[in-house]
């Protein structure tokens, strides 16, 4: 799949023209149709006017291919780390106020559950294998301090996930260490939650987490795996057509200071050696052929 396409259908081009004339003119093609720029994501020549311009510096920092689909999969994570967040935050709430006002509500639970159990018997459920009135009964058996307690674990859960959450749809290099660091330290915890029950959804939690863990370290280089974070940046920069058009530009200009370099070294020892020529000889008869003698003597280099 070509994310960089598919980056471009989703939020258009990215046309950018550099006040460097020389970048500007291996940006841009001008054709019967008009001048058309190339887009610094997808590589497409656009017919246009370009989308900005200014110092190069100032050009748009473009995400490409592999690291369009990398955000693509971390803003997956922080999606699910947000579900994770609300669902947390909700629960700490719940049990906070329910260990406040516990009279209460087991006054109303007193009240309810013959209610309830007669609905769930006409159902057809089997009310003493109901997992959720088992948790209630279980909660009301907590004293308020405990409860507390659960909603604050809940409440702190909730805030790491945030926190994973902003890091990682940022796509920050912090919310990846954030991310991969926090929940490395659930890993344990889950995986003995699996040994005294496995269900689906723990399943599928755990499968989640390591799958982040494993995707962060590996592909964003974290703690130097793979050369870490500079042979990272080093392959963002190697993708970015900005920089391939800066570099073979670099490369263009080099050759051609060489090669001029060259040709005033060749002059030069032309220079002298005509100099003596004269010396021996008498007078020059005149020098406009020099750079062609100069051109010339470099051939056999
Ligand atoms: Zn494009």
Redesign the pocket.
């Known amino acids: 799949m070509d994310w960089?396409?598919l980056g471009?259908g989703a939020s258009g081009?990215?046309t950018f023209a550099p006040d460097e004339p020389e970048l500007r003119k291996r940006l841009s093609v001008t054709s019967p149709e008009g001048a058309s720029w190339r887009?610094l994501?997808?590589g497409?020549f656009?017919i246009g006017e370009p989308a900005s311009g200014g110092p190069v510096s100032a050009a748009p920092r473009v995400r490409r291919g592999k690291e369009l689909r990398s955000a693509f999969i971390l803003r997956l994570f922080a999606v699910e780390r947000g579900l994770r967040a609300i669902i947390f935050a909700a629960l700490a709430i719940a049990v906070w106020r329910f260990s406040t006002s516990r009279l209460s509500i087991e006054a109303a639970y007193d009240q309810m559950l013959p209610a309830v159990r007669s609905l769930l018997r006409e159902l057809g459920f089997n009310v003493n294998h109901s997992k959720l009135l088992g948790l209630i009964q279980h909660a009301f058996q907590l004293n308020p301090h405990t409860l507390a307690l659960l909603a604050l674990a809940a409440g702190a859960y909730a805030v790491i996930e945030i926190i994973e959450a902003v890091g990682l749809w940022l796509l920050k290099r912090w919310g990846e260490y954030f991310a991969m660091i926090a929940t490395s330290i659930g890993i344990p915890y889950e995986i003995y939650d699996l040994t005294a029950k496995v269900t689906v959804l723990r399943v599928v939690a755990f499968i989640i987490n390591v799958a982040l863990v494993v995707y962060l370290v590996v592909t964003k280089r974290l703690f130097g795996v793979r050369g870490g974070k500079k042979a990272y940046e080093a392959r963002l920069r190697s993708a970015s057509i900005l920089q391939g058009e800066m570099d073979a530009l670099a490369a263009e200009q080099a050759v051609r200071a060489e090669e001029a370099a060259q040709a005033e070294e060749a002059a030069q020892a032309g220079h002298t050696g005509q100099a003596e020529e004269a010396a021996r000889a008498g007078p020059a008869p005149g020098r406009t052929d020099q750079p062609r003698e100069a051109g010339t003597a470099r051939g056999p280099d």
Do not use: A, K, N
Request: with cysteine; aromatic share 0%; hydrophobic share 30%.
């Open positions: 960089s396409l471009c081009h990215v887009c994501r997808c497409t656009v």
